[in-house]
C-alpha cells in the first residue's frame, strides 16, 4: 500500500515539473506576428461584381436554369446557365433584325416571358437614329416550349390611343407584360406624342392585352417623371418598367433619371390590392428612389428580379454605369435583397465591383468566380 501510494506521489510531483517547465517555455516564447497567425480558410461559396458587360438584364429562371436574355446589335440572343452569378454561358441566337422594315435597327432592351406553352420575346427596335425618334415595340414567339429554340416575329404592338382604328401609333420602348386578376397587361415607356427630337419626356403608359402578342385597348398614362427625385438637368423620364410581386402584393419598378449620367435610379409604384391596374390612381408612387448611386456604383438601373436556385432568397439584377464619364457603357451586377414588415421590397444600396458576396442559397458547389 506504502508503495502504491509512493509511486503516486511521485508520478504527481514529474507531472507537476513537466507542467511548471511548459509554462515557463510559453513565458519566454515571443508573440506569434501577424504573419504568422493562423488564418481560416477564406470562403469559397463568395462571388463578385460585375457579371459581364452589358445592359438593360432580364433574367428569368425555369425548370432549375436562368435565362438571360440581350441585344447585341441588331440581334436577340438567349443564355443560359444554373447559377445566377455565371449568367453567360450557352448563348443562342434567337433572332436577327430584318433589313427593311420599322424594326431594321436600334434593338433595345428584350425581356423573355413563358405564358401558356410558349415564350414571347418583347423588344423595342425602330428605323434608324439617332435621333431614335422611331421606336416601337415588338413581340416574338417560340415556336415550341424551348426558350432558345426557333421563333417567329408577331410583329408590333399597338401602343397608341386609337385601338378601333390601329392608327397613330405611339413610340414606346421597354414593354413588359403581367398577368393581374387572371388579365394580361402591358406596361411601357413612352411618348404622349411623336416628335423629331429624342430629347423628349418619357411617361409610363399600360393597356390591357387580349393575348400574349395582341394589345387590347387604348393606352392609359400611369404616371409621369413629375417628382422632383425623378427630375433631371437634361431630361425628364421614366422607362424600363418591371412588375414585382410578393405575398399577393404587386410593385412596378422603373427607372428614372438620364440614363446616359451617374443620377440614374430605380423608383416604385405601389398597386392597390384588387385595384385596377389601368387606373392611375390604383398607384402610390415611392417617396423617394429606391434604389441610387452610391460614391462607388454609379448609375444603378433598368433591373430585373428573380430567386435563388433553392428559392428561398430574392435577388435583383441590373446595370450600373462604368465611369462618371456621360454614357452607355454599362455592366451587369446582382445581389440580394430583403423584405420589410410591410410587404415592400427593401433594395439596400448597390454594391461596389470587387466586393465579395455570399453566392446564392443553392449555388454552392457550381464552381466559383
Same mark, same amino acid.
Given at each position: 500500500?506504502?508503495?502504491?501510494?509512493?509511486?503516486?506521489?511521485?508520478?504527481?510531483?514529474?507531472?507537476?515539473?513537466?507542467?511548471?517547465? $511548459?509554462?515557463?517555455?510559453?513565458?519566454?516564447?515571443?508573440?506569434?506576428?501577424?504573419?504568422?497567425?493562423?488564418?481560416?480558410?477564406?470562403?469559397?461559396?463568395?462571388?463578385?461584381?460585375?457579371?459581364?458587360?452589358?445592359?438593360?438584364?432580364?433574367?428569368?429562371?425555369?425548370?432549375?436554369?436562368?435565362?438571360?436574355?440581350?441585344?447585341?446589335?441588331?440581334?436577340?440572343?438567349?443564355?443560359? $446557365?444554373?447559377?445566377?452569378?455565371?449568367?453567360?454561358?450557352?448563348?443562342?441566337?434567337?433572332?436577327?433584325?430584318?433589313?427593311?422594315?420599322?424594326?431594321?435597327?436600334?434593338?433595345?432592351?428584350?425581356?423573355?416571358?413563358?405564358?401558356?406553352?410558349?415564350?414571347?420575346?418583347?423588344?423595342?427596335?425602330?428605323?434608324?437614329?439617332?435621333?431614335?425618334? $422611331?421606336?416601337?415595340?415588338?413581340?416574338?414567339?417560340?415556336?415550341?416550349?424551348?426558350?432558345?429554340?426557333?421563333?417567329?416575329?408577331?410583329?408590333?404592338?399597338?401602343?397608341?390611343?386609337?385601338?378601333?382604328?390601329?392608327?397613330?401609333?405611339?413610340?414606346?420602348?421597354?414593354?413588359?407584360?403581367?398577368?393581374?386578376?387572371?388579365?394580361?397587361?402591358?406596361?411601357?415607356?413612352?411618348?404622349?406624342?411623336?416628335?423629331?427630337?429624342?430629347?423628349?419626356?418619357?411617361?409610363?403608359?399600360?393597356?390591357?392585352?387580349?393575348?400574349?402578342?395582341?394589345?387590347?385597348?387604348?393606352?392609359?398614362?400611369?404616371?409621369?417623371?413629375?417628382?422632383?427625385?425623378?427630375?433631371?438637368?437634361?431630361?425628364?423620364?421614366?422607362?424600363?418598367?418591371?412588375?414585382?410581386?410578393?405575398?399577393?402584393?404587386?410593385?412596378?419598378?422603373? $427607372?428614372?433619371?438620364?440614363?446616359?449620367?451617374?443620377?440614374?435610379?430605380?423608383?416604385?409604384?405601389?398597386?392597390?390590392?384588387?385595384?385596377?391596374?389601368?387606373?392611375?390612381?390604383?398607384?402610390?408612387?415611392?417617396?423617394?428612389?429606391?434604389?441610387?448611386?452610391?460614391?462607388?456604383?454609379?448609375?444603378?438601373?433598368?433591373?430585373?428580379?428573380?430567386?435563388?436556385?433553392?428559392?428561398?432568397?430574392?435577388?435583383?439584377?441590373?446595370?450600373?454605369?462604368?465611369?462618371?464619364?456621360?454614357?452607355?457603357?454599362?455592366?451587369?451586377?446582382?445581389?440580394?435583397?430583403?423584405?420589410?414588415?410591410?410587404?415592400?421590397?427593401?433594395?439596400?444600396?448597390?454594391?461596389?465591383?470587387?466586393?465579395?458576396?455570399?453566392?446564392?442559397?443553392?449555388?454552392?458547389?457550381?464552381?466559383?468566380?
Amino acid at each position: 500500500m506504502r508503495t502504491r501510494v509512493a509511486r503516486l506521489t511521485i508520478r504527481a510531483a514529474l507531472l507537476a515539473a513537466s507542467l511548471a517547465a $511548459s509554462l515557463a517555455a510559453c513565458a519566454r516564447r515571443p508573440p506569434m506576428s501577424p504573419a504568422t497567425t493562423a488564418v481560416a480558410p477564406a470562403a469559397v461559396c463568395t462571388f463578385t461584381n460585375p457579371l459581364g458587360e452589358g445592359a438593360d438584364p432580364w433574367v428569368v429562371r425555369e425548370n432549375g436554369q436562368y435565362y438571360l436574355v440581350e441585344s447585341r446589335g441588331r440581334e436577340i440572343w438567349v443564355h443560359r $446557365s444554373p447559377s445566377l452569378t455565371t449568367l453567360e454561358q450557352n448563348g443562342v441566337r434567337i433572332w436577327a433584325a430584318p433589313d427593311t422594315g420599322w424594326n431594321r435597327s436600334n434593338v433595345w432592351a428584350p425581356e423573355l416571358h413563358h405564358i401558356g406553352a410558349h415564350w414571347y420575346v418583347y423588344y423595342a427596335a425602330g428605323r434608324a437614329g439617332p435621333p431614335y425618334t $422611331s421606336q416601337r415595340a415588338g413581340v416574338l414567339e417560340s415556336v415550341g416550349d424551348d426558350p432558345q429554340g426557333a421563333y417567329v416575329d408577331r410583329g408590333q404592338l399597338y401602343t397608341g390611343d386609337s385601338i378601333a382604328t390601329r392608327t397613330g401609333n405611339r413610340w414606346a420602348i421597354d414593354l413588359t407584360v403581367q398577368e393581374i386578376g387572371g388579365q394580361l397587361y402591358a406596361m411601357w415607356s413612352g411618348w404622349a406624342r411623336d416628335t423629331t427630337s429624342d430629347k423628349t419626356p418619357q411617361a409610363l403608359y399600360a393597356a390591357r392585352m387580349s393575348g400574349p402578342t395582341e394589345i387590347a385597348t387604348n393606352r392609359v398614362r400611369i404616371t409621369a417623371p413629375t417628382a422632383s427625385w425623378e427630375r433631371g438637368p437634361k431630361l425628364d423620364l421614366e422607362e424600363g418598367p418591371e412588375f414585382l410581386t410578393h405575398a399577393g402584393r404587386t410593385f412596378v419598378v422603373y $427607372s428614372t433619371r438620364e440614363s446616359w449620367l451617374p443620377d440614374y435610379r430605380l423608383g416604385m409604384l405601389t398597386l392597390r390590392p384588387g385595384a385596377d391596374p389601368l387606373d392611375p390612381g390604383s398607384y402610390e408612387k415611392s417617396a423617394g428612389p429606391v434604389f441610387t448611386r452610391t460614391a462607388k456604383t454609379l448609375g444603378p438601373g433598368h433591373a430585373s428580379f428573380t430567386t435563388s436556385p433553392d428559392s428561398t432568397e430574392s435577388w435583383i439584377v441590373y446595370h450600373v454605369k462604368r465611369s462618371t464619364k456621360p454614357g452607355w457603357e454599362r455592366v451587369i451586377q446582382a445581389q440580394r435583397f430583403t423584405w420589410n414588415a410591410d410587404g415592400t421590397p427593401e433594395f439596400g444600396k448597390p454594391v461596389a465591383a470587387g466586393e465579395r458576396l455570399a453566392r446564392p442559397a443553392g449555388e454552392c458547389g457550381m464552381g466559383s468566380r
